[in-house]
Each structure stands twice: as structure tokens, then as C-alpha cells.
């Protein structure tokens, strides 16, 4: 019973800060392993479509989701069968490490673009910043956020 004194702070304040940090450990959620995410498809066939898709990423540049599934429709990439079936399989490009997702603040919500690793790596095209925020002063860098280049 006296570890139970200890977390109510009748004995040692050390054991109270234990249990806040293992509450906190265990709440979270575990990440998700990207590596071994299944295509749906052959793998030869997700190579090809694959190849499509990074084609149409580096014409566009930094891309959405639904963006990317607008740019696919247009070119009329065959071997996907939905929008989920995309997204999936950009989930699978990510854990082989052929495309990289970045995060765009926008006052209080977030934009995730999709790109390829080239345009990060030369400087290219960098996820543009949108100009809908409520307000001028919500689009300035938050403490601990990076500022994104133009």
C-alpha cells in the first residue's frame, strides 16, 4: 500500500511522476509500420503503377490526396481501382521510401502534400502555403513549427 501513499503524494513525489509518464506511454497510439503495407495488387503490377504515379507527382509537384486522384483520372492511369486503392498505394511508395509526405499549417487545420524525394532534395517545388486563414497573423510560424520555403 505504499506506493499508493507515494501517488497521492504522501511519500516520495518521484513515484507520482512515474505513473504520469507511464499513463502517458501507454495512451498513445502505436505507429503504423508503412513497410509492410500490402498493395493489393502483383507487385510487378504495383511497380507499374507506381511509376505512374511518381511521374504525375514530379510534373505537379507537391500534391493532396485528392489532387493526385484528379491528376490520375486525367491521365487515365490504368491498375487502380478507387481512390482508396491510390491512397494505399501511396501509403506503400512512403515505406519504400519513394515519396515523402510533408505537413502545411493553415491556421487551425493541416494540408498534407505528397512529393517525390528529388524535388525535396534539389530545392524544387516546396508545399505551397494557402492563403484561406482566417486571419494574416495565423499563417506566422508557431513555436517549435518550421517556417516552409517558396
Known sequence: MQFLRAANGGGGASAGG???TAVRHFSRKRAEDVRRINPKVPKEEAVE???GLLQILKDHGPLTVSDTWNRVKEAGLSGLNSKTHMK?????M???RMLRL???HIGNS???YY???SDEDSGGPAVPI???AKRAGSLSPKKGHKMIKQ
Open 94 to 96: 512512403r515505406g519504400r
Open 110 to 112: 493541416k494540408k498534407f
Open 102 to 104: 510533408t505537413c502545411a
Open 18 to 20: 512515474w505513473m504520469a
Open 49 to 51: 503503377i507506381s511509376k
Open 88 to 92: 494505399l498505394l501511396l501509403k506503400w
Open 115 to 117: 512529393s517525390t524525394k
Open 130 to 132: 494557402l492563403e484561406t
